[in-house]
């Protein structure tokens, strides 16, 4: 069975230590290391070179949206980084998604929403909450606003990318749409690619601060 390494990035020990408890009680899960800020969490990356990180995003000289930004700078595009904050509405998270994140959990989720997510997004998809991302959408500025009149999407995308706001995964957009899974993959690529979007979470607050899902 391979591994999933995993990067903890907390400045509190004893949240740390419970998160390695948890994965490390997953046949599929190891912990690759740990850090207690984001200068650490780029050089421990750039060393330790793990799948995932689960990212805190208060921390002490450089925080979680810092980090996740420099670590999307790594020329294989760095680890998929999945931001752990105590309040959902938490600005710094809309802010960590920007940078890069492909979602987020709250402290408080149970053991096995972690481990999930992290198998979730090491498959190369992300975590998406439609509602808390509208939330924190709508306290924002707008600067997509643009981006999506300018991408040209076609009428087909422009469903796909309805569809993807509203949580929906390639089987669901298939069924909804009577298309082929790997078809719905093809449209999402495009969706992405001319948004200029790294993943499906950058494509929704997109859509969100655009004005195309509201």
Do not use: C, W
């Not at 591994?3 to 490390?24: H, M």
């Not at 979730?120 to 998406?128: A, F, K």
């Not at 981006?147 to 009428?155: F, I, K, P």
């Amino acid at each position: 069975m391979s591994q999933i390494r995993v990067l903890l990035a907390d400045d509190e020990p004893l949240v740390r230590s419970g998160l390695r408890a948890i994965l490390e009680s997953e046949p599929d899960l190891t912990v690759a290391g740990e850090a207690d800020d984001g200068a650490a969490v780029v050089s421990q990356a750039r060393r330790l070179r793990p799948d995932v990180v689960l990212m805190d995003v208060r921390m002490p000289r450089v925080d979680g949206i810092a980090a996740t930004r420099l670590l999307g700078q790594f020329d294989d595009g760095g680890p998929a980084v999945i931001v752990v904050t105590t309040f959902e509405n938490d600005d710094y998270v809309y802010d960590a998604l920007q940078a890069g994140a492909r979602g987020f959990l709250l402290k408080r989720s149970p053991a096995e929403d972690f481990v999930n997510a992290i198998r979730t997004v090491h498959g190369g998809e992300s975590l998406l909450f439609p509602a808390a991302i509208r939330r924190l959408a709508t306290r924002h500025p707008a600067p997509g606003g643009r981006a999506l009149a300018e991408a040209n999407l076609t009428d087909r995308e422009t469903d796909v990318l309805r569809l993807i706001a509203q949580g929906r995964s390639n089987a669901e957009i298939a069924a909804e749409l009577f298309l082929g899974v790997e078809t719905v993959k093809t449209h999402v690529r495009n969706v992405l690619a001319k948004l200029g979007a790294r993943d499906r979470v950058q494509a929704v607050i997109t859509a969100y601060e655009s004005g195309f899902i509201r």
